[in-house]
């Protein structure tokens, strides 16, 4: 029995858990500083539903014993794409801003970087999704892609309508952001 993509994808989680520890560390300083949190039932949801598609793709991959294979490479390299777009939003972009929920710093301005111009919802459009999708392939997890994805994306959806809002109605009458 081939352990590769058993081993990958505890490995991705454990990435993500990395990532959600420095999330973390930014929520409690915005919140310190007097920012403020939206959407926490959609939060909620989408860590709910972003956990239920890990463990469906790694139980796929454990019941059909699955083995890395050249559809499992194309998944890695998606995952890796997006944890590599994950890094550099968080660690040029946004910084300390950066959180999985949907924060707001005191005198938040908006960042004019043309990522966000080009593609409004970078975190989501090159991170999330591609992550998702390249797990599932990874694992050849059909049966989650098929009964989870939609629902994630339904969540997904609400919550970028939910950013939109924020952004429209906040960050950006708070002026723009000046390096």
Not at 51 to 79: H, T
Not at 95 to 103: A, P, R, S
Not at 152 to 177: A, C, Q, S, T
Request: with cysteine.
């Amino acid at each position: 029995m081939d352990y590769l993509v058993y081993v990958l994808v505890v490995s991705i989680f454990i990435l993500r858990l990395g990532f959600l520890k420095i999330s973390k560390q930014n929520e409690s300083l915005i919140l310190q500083n007097g920012g403020v949190e939206y959407g926490v039932k959609n939060t909620k949801m989408l860590t709910i539903a972003h956990i239920l598609f890990y463990f469906g793709c790694l139980i796929e991959a454990i019941m059909q014993k699955q083995v890395f294979d050249n559809v499992s490479l194309i998944g890695i390299c998606l995952i890796v794409f997006a944890f590599l777009m994950l890094y550099y939003i968080v660690n040029y972009l946004l910084k300390d801003i950066w959180t999985v929920k949907l924060m707001v710093a005191k005198n938040h301005k908006y960042n004019p970087h043309w990522l966000f111009k080009v593609i409004k919802h970078p975190n989501y459009y090159l991170n999330i999704l591609p992550e998702l999708i390249g797990l599932a392939m990874l694992c050849h997890a059909k049966v989650s892609f098929i009964v989870i994805m939609p629902i994630y994306l339904v969540i997904l959806f609400i919550r970028i309508k939910e950013e939109d809002r924020v952004l429209k109605e906040i960050i950006i009458p708070n002026g723009v952001k000046t390096n």
